[in-house]
């Protein structure tokens, strides 16, 4: 089992709609949780990052985090197709220690 | 400001032949990851430096992948003799000491071995 898995999609979204991305973590230890989202043929970029438990918006993004579910969503509202690209989850277990990524989810947002 | 700078930006190279990544933080930056991106495994940490000191490098495939960090401003990856597995795009990244979960990505290194 993956420490961090992701669907790998494609998961395809009308324009305007809300995107929602779902992350599982097994490691109990971790305790920080971060979004990246990456272009095709581009390097990652972070779009946000969640410590506690409950939701954090930023923009158009929210990402929700359950610890006692070991879950991690990020929702895209309003999707653009400026949206479509691989999201990839990561998760550290502790301050100052390496992350770890999920595989990404590919996301098409369809005009 | 300018982001992590790597070098080259495309490298094909044929079996057997040395490899050397090269990687340039932002200024400011204590914390220097290496990654390797492939479609069947994702992004892998190889290995990541705080304060110019190897703090990690479990990921390291073997022995063939060396990596230095000879000062705050300069990182190589080292592949020696290169294989046609270890064809990837390679990313440097950089963070802050005081955050070194938040990193900044450079814009990789795609490495074809023939």
């Known amino acids: 089992q993956k420490e961090v898995e992701q669907n790998s999609g494609p998961l395809s979204v009308p324009e305007g709609a809300i995107a929602s991305l779902n992350c599982t973590y097994s490691?109990?230890?971790?305790?920080?949780f971060f979004w990246y989202r990456q272009y095709s043929g581009k390097s990652p970029e972070l779009i946000m990052f969640i410590y506690s438990n409950g939701d954090k918006e930023d923009g158009r993004f929210t990402a929700q985090l359950n610890k006692a579910s070991q879950y991690v969503s990020l929702l895209i509202r309003d999707s653009q197709p400026s949206d479509s690209a691989t999201y990839l989850c990561a998760a550290v277990k502790a301050a100052g220690n390496k992350l770890t990524f999920g595989g990404g989810t590919r996301v098409l947002v369809k005009p | 400001d300018a982001g992590v700078i790597q070098s080259p930006r495309h490298e094909v190279t044929e079996m057997g032949q040395e490899v050397t990544l090269r990687c340039k933080p932002i200024?400011?930056?204590?914390?220097l990851f290496w990654y390797r991106q492939t479609m069947m495994r994702g992004l892998e940490l190889l290995i990541y430096f705080n304060n110019n000191v190897p703090i990690d490098d479990s990921g390291m495939p073997e022995d063939r992948f060396s990596a230095k960090m000879p000062n705050a401003s300069f990182s190589t990856l080292k592949i020696q003799p290169s294989e046609p597995r270890d064809s990837a795009v390679y990313f440097c990244?950089?963070?802050?000491?005081?955050?070194?979960?938040?990193?900044?990505f450079g814009p990789g290194t795609r490495l074809t071995v023939l």
């Open positions: 490691d109990r230890g971790s305790q920080s």
């Open positions: 990244a950089s963070s802050p000491l005081s955050s070194t979960d938040t990193q900044y």
């Open positions: 200024s400011g930056h204590n914390s």
